[in-house]
């Protein structure tokens, strides 16, 4: 099913879809030759005598002339987050769903046989890890294991072999919901976390359970919602939270953030990801303000574009990650999706600095 182009209105507009729930997470493969691959996620409470939570993963062929392609879509439990494994660590690339009934999924991307080849998705396993909601999940560097933040607090982490999900250490890391769980990419025996407690954890794997690092308990007015490393400076890390502040992070010092006057979004900074080939320019997605681009070069810290036409919680977003060629035209991390929850729209754009 093709998802046509809106009209021409806007200049940064390529497709919008609805999906079949509130939507709440996007995420580009980035593995060749699936960089076109978008996988979106949705969370839905359902109401009534016996409530639950219903939702589904849908994939789609993401193209800046075609726009929006659906290639398949799964039914499962509601969906707080999914991820793509690391690139290069397997033949097909692997998506890990952490979701509310505490459970870890992992489902399989994989080319059809069919005449027309398109790609779907399969699942491989699932592991039960706790009683409470799954809420984030982040992959190892090396692909060997996965993390997840749970809604007790607690921190999970599961090995990955194959076919297999096996849990191999959980502790008490925080006092409310973890939103937010980051490897460090050359240091992968540190993971960072945050919470609802308001605080930024840092953790040593190496000991089970894991040693506390250290603990930024004062920075954070509200809970922190997502964190993540700089690619190219590994020292740099970037905290959002719900008091609306991007805050940039030296883990040499974590008494205080590099900029005294962190950047104020106007909304709850719910997502931040790193542009996949441009290391100053990130994209934020911040809740009730909806969707900025962000330039962190050195002391300036600055929004250069903004995207609002979602009409309800500005809550996924991604850059396509490596490099696609259009009518002769190499185009590099150009296209991105965004997706708001009550409105269930899912959108790819072009920003405009970039063009």
Not at 219 to 237: D, K, R
Not at 243 to 266: A, I, M, Q, Y
Request: charged residues 20%; contains cysteine; hydrophobic residues 35%.
């Amino acid at each position: 099913m093709i998802i046509h182009h809106e009209l021409e209105t806007f200049k940064m507009d390529i497709g919008m879809c609805y999906l079949d729930g509130n939507a709440d997470v996007v995420e580009f493969c980035s593995h060749y030759p699936f960089h076109h691959i978008l996988a979106a996620g949705t969370y839905t409470l359902q109401e009534g005598t016996q409530p639950h939570r219903e939702g589904s993963i849908s994939l789609f062929s993401a193209d800046p002339v075609v726009g929006l392609e659906l290639l398949c879509r799964v039914s499962t439990v509601g969906v707080f987050d999914i991820k793509w494994s690391p690139s290069g660590e397997s033949i097909h690339p692997l998506l890990a769903q952490a979701d509310a009934d505490g459970c870890i999924g992992l489902y399989n991307l994989s080319k059809t046989e069919t005449e027309n080849e398109g790609s779907i998705l399969k699942e491989v396993c699932s592991e039960k890890v706790s009683s409470s909601m799954c809420l984030c999940v982040d992959w190892k560097p090396s692909g060997s294991s996965v993390c997840l933040g749970l809604s007790d607090g607690s921190i999970c982490m599961v090995t990955v072999r194959e076919a297999q999900l096996q849990v191999s250490q959980s502790w008490l890391g925080h006092d409310y919901e973890v939103w937010a769980t980051s490897f460090d990419a050359h240091r992968p025996n540190l993971l960072y976390t945050g919470s609802d407690d308001c605080c930024f954890n840092c953790w040593d794997l190496r000991a089970s359970p894991s040693e506390i690092v250290f603990r930024n308990a004062k920075s954070h007015q509200m809970g922190v919602c997502c964190i993540t490393q700089n690619p190219t400076n590994t020292n740099i890390l970037l905290t959002g939270s719900y008091d609306e502040f991007l805050r940039v992070w030296d883990v040499r010092s974590t008494s205080k953030p590099v900029h005294e006057k962190s950047l104020c979004l106007g909304g709850g900074v719910w997502r931040i990801k790193y542009h996949p080939s441009i290391s100053t320019f990130i994209l934020a997605a911040c809740m009730h303000n909806g969707f900025a681009v962000v330039s962190t070069e050195e002391e300036d810290v600055r929004v250069v574009e903004t995207y609002c036409k979602h009409e309800s919680l500005a809550y996924g977003a991604d850059w396509q990650k490596g490099e696609i060629s259009t009518q002769g035209m190499l185009r590099k991390g150009l296209l991105v999706a965004t997706c708001s929850f009550y409105d269930r729209r899912l959108r790819i754009w072009q920003p405009e600095f970039l063009s």
